[in-house]
């Protein structure tokens, strides 16, 4: 297969526009206080159309997605490090100098989740909480950055969280960890994001123990991806749920990165390379062009649809953006993850609609994201349907994923 040239830096600065509007059209459509109390905030489950007024009820008798806010203080972290890189003014900020800074928002955000979740960041999904840990890691590592003192909550949450990681990750089925408090499950996506957090934080043995572990129990050699789950049935057999996600191919590739070594990098390359073989669409013919030679004819990563599902590509670009920018890593293996993340944020960007007239009140300049990178939005989401958070968040995590891209795998 001919591949397409990597993007260059030219592109660079279209991303970072790109990025924001993402960020902008987000937070206008989903973000609100909790409860309107000061000092908090939290990503709606859905943006209706046509709903003039938000009903606070709802925010906590609705659906509780604690993962997507998970994500969602993710990408404001994201575009927090944009604002550090354009000088952290003002003036740089994604919605502009009279809004607070991404890092602000985040912060108000995990105060949120922590209240609606009843007064609590633990609840009885590892996975869940793993993907929280990760993003309060990042949000004091950008407060480090920014010479700004990191918040003490943080830690305590980190704490915390921890202690959940380590009564999950047991010695039965041979390693791994948990999904749930039911205990009965052992998977990818707790495993792996689980693993990276360790990796990340300064324990680099149980990291390793775990990727080992994913390694033995749910590697798939044949087509070099990581399969879903082990459990033991009735008979005490570990039987293996063989279903193949994209979201669980990219907390592993940035744990491999993050732990290094010969051998994770060498698996690392090996995911990305099956990410390209496998985990990828042609887009269709009814989506608009991206307009770039770099990723007007490139394949791009395919979407699981709504709901969780929402999420799972734009996991997989923030973790091969990580693989593009590893100077570790082979040229080849750095072009195919740089090429996959832009040319499937060049597609959710050419496939977004506008809000159009009468959608929504004050909601004018936002835009609205496929859910699906190979189909634009006026198809999948069209004009008055009802649109999910999950979907949205993809599609800010592949353009702020897209933000990062160095100027040439090569060099």
């Known amino acids: 297969m001919t ?221 070099g991806l990581y399969l879903d789950g082990a459990r033991l049935n009735a008979a005490g057999e570990v039987m293996v749920e063989r279903t193949v996600y994209t979201y669980n191919q990219g907390p592993v590739l940035g744990a491999l990165l993050e732990q290094g070594g010969e051998a994770n990098l060498a698996r690392a390359a090996v995911v990305v390379e099956a990410a390209d073989q496998h985990l990828t669409v042609p887009p269709l013919a009814s989506a608009p062009s991206t307009g770039t030679a770099s990723t007007g004819e490139a394949r791009v990563l395919r979407c699981e649809g709504t709901g969780d599902g929402g999420l799972f590509t734009g996991i997989l670009c923030r973790y091969l953006a990580l693989a593009a920018a590893d100077a570790r890593l082979s040229p080849r293996t750095r072009s195919a993850a740089a090429t996959l993340v832009a040319s499937t944020a060049g597609a959710f960007w050419a496939g977004r609609r506008p809000v159009e007239a009468g959608e929504a009140d004050g909601k004018n300049g936002a835009s609205i994201f496929s859910l699906h990178a190979a189909n634009p939005a006026r198809e999948t989401c069209p004009a008055g349907t009802a649109v999910e958070l999950s979907t949205q968040l993809q599609a800010w995590m592949a353009l702020e994923a897209a933000a990062t891209l160095p100027d040439s795998p090569g060099n």
């Open 3 to 223: 591949r397409p040239d990597p993007p260059d830096r030219q592109d660079l600065s279209r991303w970072h526009g790109r990025a924001n509007e993402a960020a902008r059209s987000v937070t206008t459509l989903f973000g609100r206080r909790l409860l309107f109390l000061p000092g908090t905030h939290l990503g709606a489950v859905k943006w209706t159309p046509h709903s003039r007024r938000r009903d606070p009820k709802g925010a906590l008798l609705g659906p509780w997605h604690y993962w997507w806010q998970a994500h969602y203080v993710d990408c404001l972290v994201d575009a927090g490090l944009r604002e550090l890189g354009c000088g952290a003014t003002p003036a740089a900020r994604f919605n502009g100098p009279e809004h607070p800074s991404a890092g602000q928002l985040a912060s108000r955000l995990v105060t949120g989740i922590r209240l609606r979740n009843a007064f609590t960041l633990v609840n009885n999904y590892y996975d869940d909480m793993a993907w929280l840990a990760l993003a309060t890691h990042r949000l004091d590592k950008l407060a480090e950055e920014a010479r700004k003192p990191g918040r003490g909550r943080n830690a305590r949450v980190r704490k915390s969280l921890t202690l959940q990681f380590e009564a999950a990750c047991t010695a039965d089925l041979g390693g791994g960890a948990f999904w749930s408090k039911a205990r009965d499950f052992k998977n990818t996506p707790a495993t792996a994001p689980v693993a990276l957090y360790f990796a990340r934080t300064g324990r680099p043995e149980k990291a390793q123990a775990l990727l080992d572990w994913l390694d033995a129990t749910l590697f798939d050699p044949d087509q």
